[in-house]
């Protein structure tokens, strides 16, 4: 007999996480063929962070509703402002107000929000725009009374009157100071919607809602329309050449990339009053490298994550690189047996003394609980945690929580 | 500019808050965070998830049966914590044998923050033995640094 002594210990480099591409004898040390709940951060393995959900008090739930989306944004007053979308609701948007105590408080004028589909958003020149897979954007500036709902629509009359039609989208960006709408839903004032799944819409450059220093009062103009007829520099293009659908957007920095089903198409601004941009397909194939995970994406500076068919991928301006590893089966198994929308993020931190840059991936299981998949871009690993009884409804931010007391809103002023 | 540290003070104000619905008894949506607070380093005590942690099935000799009967664990003090340990593997019939120690406790009530270890005996003998480690919810926060098995196997004749 001979004696032995194992070592685990990630003398080589971080913990591996997870690995099921190999049977579970010949994986390296380093690895795991199974976990849940623990964190590879700094090479340790160490029991994942508590997660505290908030029943009362200043971050609680608005109404006890469930939250399709969330998030902080910087008005052009100067103010940053943190603000909650309530899941399939006729009146869903939230401030956070600083009170004290601080309360959700309701800001009316918004269009409603579908149930189960999360909200898309942008900050763009100070005011944030909203859309939620409806025919209809709304936009709150963060000082007047209430928001504006269809601040997107074809013709000049605002509100728009029948003749004229509005429309949303199911994604929504900013690129070049173009506000862009992809995969629209388009209904005359009056009529029904019509889904446009390959359709692309911009506003004019510089969009802007404000006239005589009032709020709305430049709609449909030539300062901020996305219709052609008023100002040459809006327009629309439906990418008909390519054979699949928009399944989601990504503007990294001087290029923005419109993710489909099976291909990637690269958004180009040219500089060019009639034709503002260039649309170039990366590949326009039948089977591709595309997106299959409408908000499984994530964006964090000039990289973004998506999830193809057989991988899942890191884009860069010009880069595409393949992340999912040694723990990508398991992964992609759990993502077929997923119910509802995956939702996604990207985060620096958890809070301010926790900095660890990760992808975070949830996966609703039949309504009742989670899997979530986390990947580190520091170490370059997988781990999976689990929430047995909750499920994720809105896309998770990261928000300010800050305020001067006694401002009445949510935000803080930097002078 | 309203400053900390030299940083914009917006930064330890921000929170990753995550919308959530709770299924469990009383169904209710909820905003939850990893974070605990807006500053500092959050709880790894988790009082409603436990967590687990399996190492590779280690193939000590091929073909032949290891013995172990020691773990090792070095960990860093982050206060006390309840864990077990399970050995498996699987014997000449084709059956998987288990071995599951009895809780045992890492860790400081005043936690040092410092490295320490432990020493376990656990005797399993079977082939391709496995390393798995349990935290029960709420049971403590674990951090583990590295981990030795230590056993004896036999010697291969030629």
Known sequence: MKTFEIVYSPQEGPWGGLHVQA????????????????????????????????????????????VSGIGSFYSRGGWWHTFTFKDGDANPFYELNNGPPQSWITI?????????????????????????????????????????????????????????????????????????????????????????????????????????????????????????????????????????????????GRVGYILRSNGITEVSPTGKGTAPFTFNHLWSSQQGIGNLYPFGTAQYGNMGVLISTEQI???????????????????????????????????????????????????????????????????????????????????PSMVYLGGNAGTGRGGSKYA | MPESGGAFSIINSQLVLVPVYDTGTSPHSYLGTYGASQLGVPSFNDSAQGSSYSFRKEEVSPSRVPTVRRVIITYRDLGTVAI????????????????????????NAAPTADILTKFIDLELTAFRPQLTINRAANAGPLSIVSVTLVGEVEDTTL
């Open chain 1, 108 to 252: 009316g004028g918004s269009a409603a929000t579908s149930a189960g589909v999360p909200v898309s958003w942008a900050a763009f020149r100070g005011v944030l725009y909203w859309t939620d897979s409806l025919a209809h954007v709304s936009a709150w500036d963060g000082a007047a009374a209430a928001a504006i709902t269809d601040i997107a629509f074809t013709g000049a009359v605002s509100p728009p009157i029948a003749g004229q039609t509005t429309f949303g989208s199911r994604f929504i960006g900013e690129l070049a100071n173009h506000l862009l709408l992809a995969y629209t839903v388009e209904q005359p004032v009056g009529g029904a919607a019509t889904i446009y799944r390959q359709r692309i819409r911009w506003s004019n450059d510089g969009f802007e809602p404000y006239l005589s220093g009032v709020f709305g009062n430049n709609l449909g103009t030539a300062g901020a329309t996305f219709d052609s007829t008023i100002n040459v520099n809006a327009g629309v293009v439906d990418m008909l050449d390519a054979p699949d659908v928009i399944t989601g957007m990504m503007m990294l």
């Open chain 2, 84 to 107: 077990t340990l399970t050995l498996s593997g699987t014997n000449d019939s084709g059956a998987v044998t288990t071995i599951t120690s009895p809780s045992i406790t890492l860790g």
């Open chain 1, 23 to 66: 049977p579970p004898n010949i994986i390296p040390p380093r690895f795991t063929p199974a976990m849940n709940d623990f964190v590879l951060r700094y090479a340790e393995l160490r029991s994942r962070p508590a997660f505290t959900t908030i029943t009362t008090g200043a971050i609680a739930t608005p109404s006890n509703a469930s």
């Open chain 1, 313 to 395: 991928y890191k884009l860069e301006p010009y880069n595409i690189n393949p992340i999912g590893g040694t723990a990508r089966d398991a992964i992609l198994t759990d993502l077929n047996t997923a119910s509802g929308p995956v939702r996604a993020c990207i985060v620096p931190m958890f809070s301010f003394g926790y900095i660890y840059p990760i992808y975070m991936l949830f996966i609703n299981q039949t309504n009742t609980s989670s899997i979530i998949y986390i990947y580190s871009f520091e170490d370059n690993n997988w781990v999976k945690w689990t929430m047995p009884t909750q499920y994720v409804t809105g896309l």
